[in-house]
Nanobody
């Protein structure tokens, strides 16, 4: 099972980035997908999650109204559109997958992780 994230980079405050994560090695139908992030010296925190059908979506409060999570039609891809980026959004972003209806917001309960992609927002 592999989750491959891409799309990170460096932008200025107010800019946008779109992260993508493709899952391979198995079908992720029936799995919730989503994103976490980890800033230097901080714990990994939940950012956004989406259930298998795409009908249940939830966000970290500080990104609501700025970030949009979505799944591809094949259900094995998850995206994170990040708008109005702030310096405090700077972190390594990780895609995640977990069987069931909801991606846990506790990172210790997540089974499948992708390699991270760096997002840096300059002021």
């Amino acid at each position: 099972v592999q989750l491959q994230a891409s799309g990170g980079g460096m932008v200025q405050t107010g800019g946008s980035l779109r992260l993508s994560c493709a899952a391979s090695g198995r079908s992720f139908v029936g799995y919730a997908l989503g994103w976490f992030r980890q800033a230097d010296g901080k714990e990994r925190e939940f950012v956004a999650g989406i259930n298998s059908s795409g009908g249940i979506i939830y966000y970290l409060d500080s990104v609501k109204g700025r970030f949009i999570v979505s799944r591809g039609n094949g259900k094995n891809t998850v995206y994170l559109q990040m708008n109005m980026l702030k310096p405090e959004d700077t972190a390594v972003y990780y895609c995640a997958a977990e069987r069931g209806a909801r991606l846990p917001e506790d990172s210790t309960r997540v089974t499948h992780w992708g390699l991270g992609t760096q997002v840096t927002v300059s002021s």
